[in-house]
Structures are given as structure tokens and as C-alpha cells.
């Protein structure tokens, strides 16, 4: 059974995913042989990151991204990792050092790259729950203290859509 904080999370996703009007379809994507160990990530002036997949991967022909038919041959691995540039503007993502990168169970290798897929969100229609009381617009999109870390157990806010 869903607590409280769990059901309000739904449906704050639900509500984000179904109107969120977004810039789709960003992707960044860095070999770990290559000489540039970090994922430069911006969104420009007024507009905010929403990384919506990380992950590592294995490209047989090193094309340091997932190739076509990649996710059917199993050659990736979901990074877990909370990364704080969510919701700024622009940040940098620092690639594990060495030619490879982590072990990807599916296919048999060590990934060899690394890709960040992520949309820019106009920064005016980001609402942050414990400053906003009443939202009333269409679509935006709702952050809470500390995202995307854990909500601090104390805090105790209260928003109406």
C-alpha cells in the first residue's frame, strides 16, 4: 500500500509526463577512450535540465553512443546515480577515468561509453512546492527542497493543482 508522500509523488509525475511541454529528444553521449572526461550539459538562458535516462553502454564499432538496435541487444546498463544538476541550468557530469567504463551484464562487456538523454524545461513553468501554494496553469512542472535528493522528513509542504 502507497503512503502518503509515495501517492503525491505519483501524481505529480503523472501530471508532469501528461501536460509538461518540454524541448525533447537531448542527447549527450562521451567515449571513455576519448580525451574529454566530462558531460558538459546547457540548457541556455532560462531554461532548466531534466535528465531523463544516464546510462553506460557497449558500441561493438565505438560510435560512443547507443546505436540503432542497441536497447534490442541489451548493451546497456541504467546509471542510478541522483546527479544535482537536475533542474539548473547547466552542469558537468564526470565520466569514470580509464578506456572502459562499467561491467554491462546483457551483452558480455565493459561499456565503452557513456550517454545522458535529458529535455530543457522552459524555467517559468517550474513550481517549487514549498513556494507555491495554488497552481492553476496547464502544465509545468514541480520540484521539491532538495531535488533530486529525498524530501527532508520534517519539511511539510502543501501545494493545490
Not at 503523472?14 to 576519448?34: D, E, Q, R, V, Y
Not at 552542469?91 to 577515468?97: A, D, F
Not at 565503452?112 to 517550474?126: G, H, I, L, P, S
Amino acid at each position: 500500500m502507497m503512503d502518503r508522500k509515495q501517492l503525491i509523488a505519483s501524481m505529480l509525475l503523472f501530471w508532469i509526463a501528461a501536460c509538461m511541454p518540454l524541448a525533447s529528444g537531448l542527447t549527450k553521449s562521451a567515449c571513455f577512450s576519448g580525451r574529454n572526461k566530462t558531460l558538459d550539459l546547457d540548457c541556455g538562458p532560462g531554461q532548466l535540465l531534466h535528465i531523463t535516462r544516464a546510462f553506460y553502454g557497449f558500441s561493438p564499432t565505438d560510435q560512443c553512443q547507443l546505436a540503432a538496435g542497441g536497447e534490442a541487444q541489451g548493451c546497456t546498463l541504467d546509471d542510478r546515480e541522483r546527479y544535482g544538476c537536475i533542474g539548473q541550468r547547466a552542469c558537468s557530469i564526470n565520466l569514470p577515468t580509464g578506456q572502459w567504463g562499467v561491467s554491462v551484464p546483457e551483452c558480455g562487456q565493459r561499456s565503452n561509453f557513456y550517454q545522458v538523454e535529458y529535455n530543457c524545461v522552459r524555467a517559468d513553468t517550474v513550481y517549487h512546492i514549498c513556494e507555491n501554494e495554488r497552481i492553476t496553469a496547464q502544465s509545468g512542472y514541480i520540484t521539491t527542497p532538495g531535488y533530486p535528493n529525498n524530501y527532508h522528513k520534517q519539511s511539510k509542504c502543501n501545494m493545490t493543482i
